[in-house]
């Protein structure tokens, strides 16, 4: 899955796109808003040159659209697009957690284990900022889909998992999650992790798919709720 935060040995260039990136992912520079240069540099506090490159490395990883003669543009997500987005993450996931439950070892295990109990005890935690308890949830839900995924022993696979992950959507959703819808999500690592334990490759996939779209179901909810709240979009 997708690193979400920045490497403390990061190069200066690599720590530029990972702050653009951390923007875009938490809304700062809103879905389908320009993204000047200038403006960016200003923003980061660097020169163009860095930031130039961070879109490039941003439009690679589908964050952001850049398009001849008018710049970059924050991706933005339709209904459709979320429609195959999740169900194609459903049937790659659920695959992968079909060949993971005959490979996975006992320290993948116990790495899927630590991250389902820190996204349990979150529920209790006092995070400082909003965003920071979502990137908390983020990592440790990246964490365990990962783990799954490298289990599953295909690299073709796990690629093709990476290209369809789109962390922004993975942002918002967990962002709109009530602890309610966050327990049921909760409950469906606990039940693919027992899947996985029991080497049960047909129910680590049943449980997968319908975990990745229950999760598909909440962000449309939240992308309805959120479209209602905020209609105009900021264009610059």
């Given at each position: 899955m997708s690193e979400l935060y920045t490497i403390d040995e990061a190069s200066p260039a690599d720590q530029v796109y990972q702050r653009l990136r951390r923007l875009l992912i938490e809304g700062y520079y809103p879905p389908g808003s320009r993204l000047v240069e200038e403006r960016l540099a200003q923003d980061l506090g660097v020169s163009?040159?860095?930031?130039?490159?961070a879109l490039v490395r941003a439009a690679a990883e589908g964050l952001v659209h850049l398009f001849p003669n008018r710049g970059a543009v924050a991706r933005s997500f339709t209904i459709e697009d979320l429609?195959?987005?999740?169900?194609?993450?459903?049937?790659l996931e659920g695959h992968a957690a079909y060949l993971a439950a005959q490979r996975i070892t006992a320290e993948q295990i116990a790495r899927m284990e630590a991250a389902a109990t820190a996204l349990e005890e979150s529920l209790t935690r006092t995070f400082e900022r909003?965003?920071?308890?979502?990137?908390?949830?983020?990592e440790q839900n990246a964490i365990?889909?990962?783990t799954i995924a490298a289990a599953s022993g295909n690299q073709r696979l796990v690629t093709m998992i990476n290209q369809i992950v789109a962390v922004p959507l993975q942002f918002r959703s967990f962002y709109w999650y009530r602890a309610d819808e966050?327990?049921?999500?909760?409950?469906?690592?606990?039940?693919?992790?027992?899947?996985l334990r029991l080497g049960d490759g047909d129910r680590a996939r049943a449980v997968m798919r319908e975990h990745i779209l229950y999760g598909r179901d909440v962000l449309l909810q939240s992308q309805r709720a959120e479209s209602s709240a905020s209609p105009a979009r900021r264009e610059e």
């Open positions: 163009r040159t860095p930031v130039r490159q429609m195959e987005i999740y169900d194609l993450r459903a049937l909003r965003e920071d308890e979502v990137h908390f949830l983020v365990f889909h990962g966050r327990r049921i999500s909760n409950f469906f690592h606990r039940s693919i992790l027992h899947a």
